[in-house]
Each structure stands twice: as structure tokens, then as C-alpha cells.
């Protein structure tokens, strides 16, 4: 049944989204101004022949593309050492009081995450870090309000964070106990066991924790639709500091913006088509998630 | 660990003093790292109980939400917070039995072999699907002509397909993958021996699972659903998309009671949502206050998780997945 379920979902949103794909082409996943698109495709004729689905996706790919991978890249380097942190350096008092923290950090909804970052970090990050200069010099492309993708992917960070360490940390409790105490006994100091035994041992595991991140931070839409601007504008790197404060638009956030137009034939289709991509790339990163941990098995952990 | 290095902790821990200086480096990451952690949590909780007391007042939990620019007359939160409750409860009452099913059969049965690796993969696709696309994908199902009765019609004649049934049979779908994961942890951590001396009593496979099985995993079941339970209410995605995330409860048809299950509504989460700046509805106080009552909610879950998890030790690490 559960079975019957999955293959579904890939079958039936693959069959709405179709016509979008197949219209498009390769130029899908082009660039465009999918705000500008989709506003044409909205306001389409209702004849089903004249139905406009002229669509290039780029700018928010690359808006997914920068929160996600910017996010998981912080998330990495946090989580790392807490897990360490957890497992090997806290003192007992503040282990037990560090897991209920991760625990509730990954409780917390994420539109209470978002609630947050709008009305707290983005004023902040508008008033106190972008100057007037700054706002004027981009003011004729786009507006810097402070919503921009680093304070989505700054959030993003604290939300993947929790099942990050969660992975990490049972992984590393799952280390056989002869291996480290071998090394203690050889002199080692507690730090370089850690890096270069357990750390090492357990990279599977933290291979896994990026990749199911990295899908948990793909799907997030509500969090990214509040803080990001939801404007599907291309960030250029080449902006120098500017490039920070610009906003981007996220594939799951744009579903979530154009909920209310689903009934409109072609701009359906063309979400769907947004959902299908999701779909396959969050399939395909939890497959990979769960197979990155095979290696460890071969020295007889599981995690 | 530590203890276990020193042996009986006779002396202090070993001190950093006399590693290399990169190393004390990195361990000083490591506690800024830890600290931050625990920082960045109180902050966010001591934020919200500041701002969410701030602007709680007893009435906004009786008063029904109204769409009106003047704030004293937009009221409270009754609404929404039926409606969390209601699709909280909805949600799960699906997602048991169907999850504990699907954990019994992977566990206990699990032939043939190739089938339930396909199921248990199937399990974490939908463990690993964005609740968005989960929105989506229920949005085009439950469209069809054959789910009609789930839903109402639109002025069009189309089915509709947003409503509380919707929403719930979705939701549960985000409950699955939790309950699954606890009910099989918890049969795994049963001895075979259990199962065998009720066999040798002459008990029949289905008679062991019902009366020998299934009441030992009682609290692992109880801690994924609780999971689940703040997983439901803290979602927005599938409200919005599937329920409509309208203020107030629409009732239709004229079933007392399954006028509502098949009408539209918003919960809490959709209410912070639509409150907020990046609704329409600008109110950041009833915002701050019904994301308050929200956090409280998923809190109190977590706390009541680790409490079954201490007393049912079983099924912890799957806290945050």
C-alpha cells in the first residue's frame, strides 16, 4: 500500500506536470523571469490551444541551489563540532542539557522560525547593516529590504542543524570503544582521537547527515517564502557585499506563494511541474542518504 | 566516554594544556559550537514567551478571527486553534493503524524480502518528501471525481478538493514514516524468546502479535505518535495548500458535524502565517501571540516524548528525525 502510495505520487504528479516539461524542453530549466512567466501563464487563454506555459526556471534553482547549499555548508561545520562537543568535551550537566536543546530546536515549526526572522532579523539586517548608498546603487534592478537569501539561509542553518547533530552524534556513540581506548592508550591526546578515529570512522554517517539535510532544506517553503523576499531575482556573486542582502525565491516557496491559482489549468501545470522536480531530487537525495551509510557496516556499526 | 578513558575517574579529566595549539583550537570551536546551541535555543524560547505574553489575552482563545483591518475588532484565535486540534487528532487516528501495520508486517513478517525492502525505501521517500510537494500531490488526488464526497464543489462544478478530510488523510502521510520507525525499534528491541515461548504455548503468529506483541510496544507506538502529533500541528504547508488557511472554520453541506470535516479552515500555524507581514493580515502581535501558543504546544509534546521515552526507554533516537 505504502508501495502503491509512492509510485503514485511519481506517476500522478509527473502526469499533471507534463505539459509544462514538454512544451518548454531543455529550456525549462533555462533562464527566465518565472515572476513575470507566471503571471503571463495565470492570465492565459482558456482555450486548452492557446494555453501559454513559456517558463525558465533558473533564478529559482539557483535561489534553491544558494539557501540549500550555503546552508548546509554552515551546518556542517556547526554540527560537526557540537556532535563532538556532545559526545566527547561537554561536562555532564551541560550533555544533558544540550540534547533536550537539540530536540526542541528541531520541535519548533518553522513558521514560528520565520515569524522570527521577519520581524526580528530582517528589520534588523535593513536598518543596522545595509546603508542607503548601498539600497540606492541596486535600486533600479531591486529593492533591498533586508529579506534577503543569506538571513533565509542563516535560519536554515539553525532548522537542519538538530537532525545533523542527531546523525552525527548516534554515529559516533557507535564507534567500537577498543578502537578509542587503543588509542588513549598509545598517548594520544582526547582531541586527536576524536579527529582522526572517530571523525574519520564515522564520515559515512556524516556523508548521510548532509545529504538528509540538504533534502530537509530543499523542501523548506514557508520559512524561505517570509524571509527570502519571494522575488525570483538572480544574486550575482560579482555584487561583492551586495550580493548578500539580494532576494531570491526558492522552488518550494514559490508553491506555496501561488497556492491560491492552482485551478488555472496551465499555471497548475506549471507548479506541478515545480513539485514533480522536488519530488525527484528529495527521492533521490534520502535514497542517497540511506545508501551513504553502507560503508559503515563493513566495519560492523550501525547506526 | 570520558570516564571510561580515565578508568574510575580517580583524576580530573586530561587537561588541554599541554596539546598542540591547533588542537586547542578546534576544542575551543567545539564549546563555542555546544554553547551557541543552547544560546540560540533559549534565545528563540525566551524571545517568544516575551513577545507571546506580551500580547496573549484570555479572549483571544474564545473569540472567533474576523478579516478586518481594525485590530480590535479582528479577535482571536478560536478558530484555528479548533482547527489545529481537530487535524492533529484527525491526522493520527489515520496514521496508527495504518503505520502499524506497515511496521508489524516489515517486522514480523517481511516476506517476501524483496517486496519489504521496496516498502521500507518506500517509507523513507515519504519520510524524506517536502510536505509541500505532500500538499501538492494530495491536491491532485483528492480532485478527481471519485473523492468528491471528501470535498465540495467549486462554483464550476470541479471538486474542490481542500478540506479537513484532505488535509488529515495528507497529514497522516507526515506521521507515517515517525510511528513506523518507533513501532519497529520498539518489536526489534523484543527478545525472540518472548515470541518463541508464546509459540510453544501453542499460540498461533497472529495471536502472539495481538496479545503478546503489540502490548509491549504500547509505548513505543505512544512515543511516534506523539512525534507525529507535533509534526501535524507544526506544519503549514498542507494547511495552506489543502485546507485554504481561511480564519474561520467554513462549514458545507448540511450534515451537522461533517459539514465542517468537509469545509475549509486554518490552524494556528496558517494564522501566525497569514498574520504576519508576509500575509495579508498585518498583526504581528496576534502573530507572536498564537506562534507562542504554538511553540508551547509542540514544547509540551517534546517534553511529554521524553517522559514516555524514559519510562518506555525505547525509541529516542528517532526524536528528531
Known amino acids: 500500500m505504502v508501495l502503491a502510495l509512492c509510485a503514485g505520487m511519481v506517476i500522478f504528479v509527473l502526469a499533471k506536470a507534463w505539459p509544462s516539461f514538454a512544451s518548454n524542453g531543455i529550456g525549462w530549466f533555462g533562464a527566465g523571469e518565472p515572476d513575470t512567466q507566471l503571471g503571463d501563464i495565470f492570465k492565459s487563454p482558456s482555450a486548452p490551444s492557446e494555453y501559454v506555459y513559456e517558463i525558465g526556471v533558473w533564478p529559482l534553482l539557483w535561489g534553491t541551489i544558494l539557501t540549500t547549499g550555503v546552508a548546509v555548508f554552515l551546518g556542517l561545520f556547526f554540527s560537526l563540532f557540537t556532535a563532538i562537543f556532545i559526545v566527547e568535551f561537554a561536562p555532564p550537566r551541560l550533555e544533558r542539557l544540550l540534547e533536550p536543546v537539540v530536540r526542541l530546536l528541531a520541535a519548533v515549526p518553522s513558521v514560528v522560525y520565520g515569524l522570527i526572522g521577519i520581524l526580528v532579523l530582517v528589520p534588523f539586517v535593513a536598518n543596522n547593516l545595509i546603508s542607503d548608498e548601498r539600497k540606492e546603487s541596486v535600486g533600479y534592478v531591486t529593492q533591498l529590504t533586508g529579506a534577503s537569501w543569506s538571513v533565509a539561509a542563516l535560519v536554515l542553518t539553525v532548522m537542519i542543524v538538530p537532525i545533523m547533530i542527531t546523525i552525527i552524534v548516534d554515529a559516533l556513540r557507535s564507534v567500537p570503544k577498543g578502537w578509542i581506548e587503543g588509542a588513549a592508550a598509545l598517548g594520544v591526546n582526547r582531541w586527536r582521537i576524536m579527529w582522526t578515529i572517530s571523525v574519520r570512522t564515522v564520515r559515512p554517517a556524516i556523508i548521510a547527515a548532509v545529504i538528509l539535510a540538504a533534502a530537509r532544506a530543499l523542501g523548506e517553503a514557508i520559512m524561505i517564502s517570509m524571509i527570502s523576499g519571494s522575488l525570483s531575482f538572480v544574486p550575482q556573486p560579482v555584487d561583492g557585499l551586495t550580493f548578500f542582502f539580494e532576494p531570491v525565491r526558492t522552488l518550494a516557496s514559490s508553491i506555496v506563494d501561488n497556492a491560491e491559482g492552482l485551478s488555472v489549468i496551465p499555471f497548475g501545470q506549471t507548479i506541478y511541474a515545480f513539485a514533480f522536480l522536488l519530488l525527484v531530487s528529495s527521492a533521490v537525495l534520502s535514497w542517497a542518504g540511506w545508501a551513504a551509510k553502507i560503508p559503515m557496516r563493513k566495519y560492523g556499526i550501525r547506526p | ?321
Open chain 2, 1 to 321: 566516554m570520558s570516564a571510561s578513558l580515565t578508568g574510575g575517574r580517580t583524576s580530573a579529566v586530561e587537561s588541554s594544556r599541554t596539546w598542540p595549539l591547533i588542537d586547542r583550537i578546534m576544542l575551543a570551536f567545539c564549546w563555542i559550537a555546544g554553547i551557541t546551541a543552547c544560546v540560540i535555543a533559549f534565545a528563540i524560547v525566551a524571545f517568544m514567551a516575551y513577545k507571546g505574553l506580551e500580547f496573549l489575552r484570555p479572549n483571544l482563545f474564545v473569540e472567533r478571527p474576523n478579516a478586518t483591518f481594525d485590530q480590535s475588532k479582528s479577535g482571536g484565535f478560536l478558530d484555528p486553534l479548533i482547527g489545529t486540534i481537530l487535524l492533529t487528532t484527525m491526522g493520527t487516528l489515520v496514521a496508527i493503524p495504518a503505520s502499524v501495520a506497515v511496521a508489524i508486517w516489515l517486522t514480523e513478517y517481511g516476506r517476501p524480502f524483496g517486496l519489504a525492502r521496496a516498502v521500507e525505501s518506500a517509507v523513507e521517500i515519504i519520510a524524506g518528501t517536502p510536505s509541500i510537494v505532500l500538499a501538492i500531490f494530495g491536491l491532485i488526488i483528492f480532485q478527481q471525481e471519485v473523492f468528491g464526497f471528501l470535498s465540495f464543489r467549486a462554483e464550476g462544478g470541479s471538486v474542490f478538493g481542500r478540506s479537513f478530510f484532505t488535509a488529515a488523510l495528507m497529514m497522516s502521510l507526515i506521521a507515517l514514516p515517525l510511528i513506523v520507525g518507533a513501532t519497529r525499534e520498539g518489536l526489534q528491541a523484543i527478545p525472540s524468546h518472548v515470541r518463541e515461548a508464546s509459540y510453544a504455548l501453542g499460540k498461533s503468529k497472529w495471536a502472539t502479535i495481538q496479545r503478546v506483541l503489540l502490548p509491549s510496544v504500547r509505548p513505543a507506538i505512544g512515543t511516534g505518535t506523539v512525534l507525529g502529533m507535533g509534526r501535524i500541528a507544526g506544519d503549514t504547508a498542507i494547511v495552506v495548500v489543502l485546507l485554504g488557511a481561511s480564519l474561520q472554520i467554513q462549514g458545507y453541506g448540511d450534515i451537522p458535524g461533517l459539514d465542517i470535516l468537509r469545509g475549509n479552515g486554518g490552524t494556528l500555524t496558517s494564522y501566525t502565517y497569514v498574520n504576519s507581514p508576509a500575509g495579508e493580515g498585518a498583526a504581528p502581535d496576534k502573530a507572536y501571540a498564537a506562534a507562542f501558543v504554538l511553540l508551547m504546544i509542540s514544547i509540551g509534546l517534546n517534553l511529554f516524548v521524553s517522559r514516555l521515552a524514559r519510562s518506555g526507554k525505547s525509541a529516542s533516537a528517532a526524536a528528531t528525525r
